[in-house]
């Protein structure tokens, strides 16, 4: 299976408080702070690292994550316009295309939403 990325998007009803881990390339070491911001405050071009969590003022807070990812290109986040989100998967080492070059039968990883009241217990 060839895959050069997905098109999965994630369009929040309010443009609120957002707290992104903005990371400089795919292949960074994770090490970096979150920091506050708004959805439409996030440049376009910054790369979104998992999870992200998002306030969404009189319904709760989300954070997107993903799990079960095995020999699968790793999920990041960019800001596209306004409220939404677009999907941008890691792209391969060997500088093709594409993001995913594996036999099937194959199983994708989970996309994650986890909704809550409040972000911590």
Do not use: C
Not at 10 to 37: I, N, W
Not at 84 to 111: E, I, K, Y
């Amino acid at each position: 299976m060839l895959i050069e990325n997905e098109l999965t998007q994630f369009v929040f009803a309010q443009d609120a408080d957002a707290y992104p881990l903005l990371l400089g390339s795919f292949q960074t070491g994770y090490e970096d702070q979150y920091t506050k911001t708004t959805l439409s405050g996030i440049h376009a071009d910054s790369i979104i690292g998992l999870p992200l969590l998002v306030d969404q003022p009189g319904v709760g807070w989300v954070a997107i994550t993903e799990a079960d990812l095995d020999e699968y290109s790793g999920l990041y986040l960019r800001h596209e316009d306004g409220r939404t989100l677009r999907a941008q998967l890691s792209p391969r080492l060997d500088g093709s295309n594409l993001a995913v070059h594996l036999r099937t039968p194959l199983a994708s990883p989970w996309r994650v939403l986890l909704i809550a009241d409040q972000p911590h217990s």
